[in-house]
T-cell receptor, first 114, second 114 residues
């Protein structure tokens, strides 16, 4: 059965801390791994990773994929209260000719205290 | 550019009632999908479509119907609402092929079935 597992499920840190969020997966027909940030409403796209070892960066956020060990990490440095959100990891699969179906993990709820 | 638009934002139904959740996108994406999000469960795929006239079931399709008569629209129908369908529903769209098949989400519909 295809699955995506995120850890930890919740995390409380203080402003300025660095956090690492984990995502492991077991899926058939892997195409890419995506990270989303969800605040009050819709998930918003952060990164898409397709190749091992290539780090994606956007400001204080970075992510890397290990296709051999089947996991990804999302790092957030110098956290701010605005980073408080649920972070979702999803794996996109090639499925029946469609390169779209996503399997999501349950998410990591990050709370950043002032 | 409106992106993915969902209506309504909130809805309360009585058990047994039917309704349609609307989803429209203006990005000319081939792929569209519906997810439901429940506490502690992440997002789960209900139905998806790879183009007009083509739909298929996801992980949790029971109790829901979809159709795709145009590229832009992908409505989700609840035939006979049940309390177990109380959830937040997200519509998403993306290109089906190529490197940039990133799914973009609508703002969601919060549904309560009494």
């Amino acid at each position: 059965e295809d699955k995506v597992v995120q850890s930890p499920l919740s995390l409380v840190v203080h402003e300025g801390d660095t956090v690492t969020l984990n995502c492991s997966y077991e899926v058939t027909n892997f195409r890419s791994l995506l990270w989303y940030k969800q605040e009050k409403k819709a998930p918003t796209f952060l990164f898409m990773l397709t190749s091992s070892g290539i780090e994606k960066k956007s400001g204080r956020l970075s992510s890397i994929l290990d296709k051999k060990e089947l996991f990804s990490i999302l790092n957030i440095t110098a956290t701010q209260t605005g980073d408080s959100a649920i972070y979702l990891c999803a794996v996109a699969m090639n499925y029946g000719g469609s390169q779209g179906n996503l399997i999501f993990g349950k998410g990591t709820k990050l709370s950043v205290k002032p | 550019n409106a992106g993915v638009t969902q209506t309504p934002k909130f809805q309360v139904l009585k058990t047994g009632q039917s309704m349609t959740l609307q989803c429209a996108q203006d990005m000319n994406h081939e792929y569209m999908s519906w997810y439901r999000q429940d506490p502690g469960m992440g997002l789960r795929l209900i139905h998806y479509s790879v183009g007009a006239g083509i739909t298929d079931q996801g992980e949790v399709p029971n109790g829901y119907n979809v159709s795709r008569s145009t590229t832009e629209d992908f409505p989700l129908r609840l035939l006979s609402a049940a309390p177990s369908q109380t959830s937040v529903y997200f519509c998403a769209s993306s290109y089906s092929h190529g490197a940039k098949n990133i799914q973009y989400f609508g703002a969601g519909t919060r549904l309560s079935v009494l």
